[in-house]
T-cell receptor
Framework: DQQVKQNSPSLSVQEGRISILNCDYT??????FLWYKKYPAEGPTFLIS?????DKNEDGRFTVFLNKSAKHLSLHIVPSQPGDSAVYFC???????????FGQGTELSVKP | EPEVTQTPSHQVTQMGQEVILRCVPI?????FYWYRQILGQKVEFLVS????????KSEIFDDQFSVERPDGSNFTLKIRSTKLEDSAMYFC??????????FGDGTRLSIL
């Protein structure tokens, strides 16, 4: 099932700089997109979401951008902090909500 | 902040045995889910539950699997006769509306 893809398995960024995590999807019926952060031995923690009627949503240091024509979304973290080091998952759901389809995850490492 | 709690954190079971994974969703949430993540693979949807019945299930969720909300607070996943390939991390999630879903820290199921 390749409906949601995160093509970069890892990303390394210097503290204070911007982290950009990317996600592509193939199913045009997806209506809602979410980003989760996961530390080892913990469950995914909800970070930020965006509805398909928007192209940007911002929450503090985190901004999600949605480009529907390209079926692409990205998560920007500014400024990046060492505590942001984790695996980030992109997920999508249909208009009625329900099941989430996850990407493979991108491991972010923020170096001091 | 309210959390989804899962027990046990690690379950070791002989192949062919029954196993019950337990979850306590966030108290005012109405939608409940089970996901699993096989080592090195994506997080996969298993089943969603709303209004005391299954609302959606994946192909993985065959006759060996069942879910129950026995007492208004717990939400359980039962695997009737475990197979080696059932070894995975199992995550419970709940949501108040259709999104976002909040996840527990998971149960690592090891089948011997």
């Amino acid at each position: 099932d390749q409906q949601v893809k995160q093509n970069s398995p890892s990303l390394s960024v210097q503290e204070g700089r911007i982290s950009i995590l990317n996600c592509d999807y193939t199913n045009s019926m997806f209506d809602y997109f979410l980003w989760y952060k996961k530390y080892p031995a913990e469950g995914p923690t909800f970070l930020i979401s965006i509805s398909s009627i928007k192209d940007k949503n911002e929450d503090g240091r985190f901004t999600v951008f949605l480009n529907k024509s390209a079926k692409h979304l990205s998560l920007h973290i500014v400024p990046s902090q060492p505590g942001d080091s984790a695996v980030y998952f992109c997920a999508a759901s249909g208009a009625q909500g329900g099941k989430l389809i996850f990407g493979q995850g991108t491991e972010l490492s923020v170096k001091p | 902040e309210p959390e989804v709690t899962q027990t046990p954190s690690h379950q070791v079971t002989q192949m062919g045995q029954e196993v019950i994974l337990r979850c306590v969703p966030i108290s005012n949430h109405l939608y409940f889910y089970w996901y699993r993540q096989i080592l090195g693979q994506k997080v996969e949807f298993l089943v969603s539950f709303y209004n005391n019945e299954i609302s959606e299930k994946s192909e993985i969720f065959d006759d060996q699997f069942s879910v129950e909300r026995p007492d208004g607070s717990n939400f359980t996943l039962k695997i009737r006769s475990t197979k080696l390939e059932d070894s995975a991390m199992y995550f419970c999630a709940s949501s108040k509306g259709v999104q976002p879903q909040h996840f527990g820290d998971g149960t690592r199921l090891s089948i011997l």
